[in-house]
């Protein structure tokens, strides 16, 4: 059974940065497409950012261009969002998502049918 675990959210000010961690166990597969989506109050669930492991193309949402980093240790099956120069705006519950098929176009297109498996989600607050 496959988890997804994620850490690292909290408060943080204006300016401010964070780094989510999201580890999955319990899967064999190397191809797979891995990111997060992000859920504010009030709002639908997006695609913020996402990586394939099978031609280690990435995506990133308009809003968090050059902001935000995703990276991965393969060895280890985890996946990292840095975040740097956090606004209002980003706070939301910042969810793991993993896609089997390794594309990144579910996260591209907010397209959360097409993802199979979900961590519980880490809560973000940027406030000051």
């Known amino acids: 059974q496959l988890q997804l675990v994620e850490s690292g959210g909290g408060l943080v000010q204006p300016g401010g940065s964070l780094r989510l961690s999201c580890t999955a166990s319990g899967f064999a597969s190397d191809d797979y497409a891995i990111g997060w989506f992000r859920q504010a109050p009030g709002k639908g669930r997006e695609g913020i950012s996402a990586i394939s492991t099978f031609d280690e193309s990435t995506y990133y949402r308009d809003s968090v261009k050059g902001r935000f980093t995703i990276s991965r240790d393969n060895a280890k099956k985890t996946v990292y969002l840095q975040m740097n120069s956090l606004s209002l705006d980003d706070t939301a519950v910042y969810y793991c998502?993993?896609?089997?098929?390794?594309?990144?176009?579910?996260?591209?297109?907010?397209?959360?049918?097409?993802?199979?498996?979900w961590g519980k989600g880490t809560l973000v607050t940027v406030s000051s």
């Open positions: 998502a993993l896609d089997t098929a390794a594309s990144t176009w579910s996260f591209r297109h907010d397209n959360t049918y097409g993802i199979e498996y």
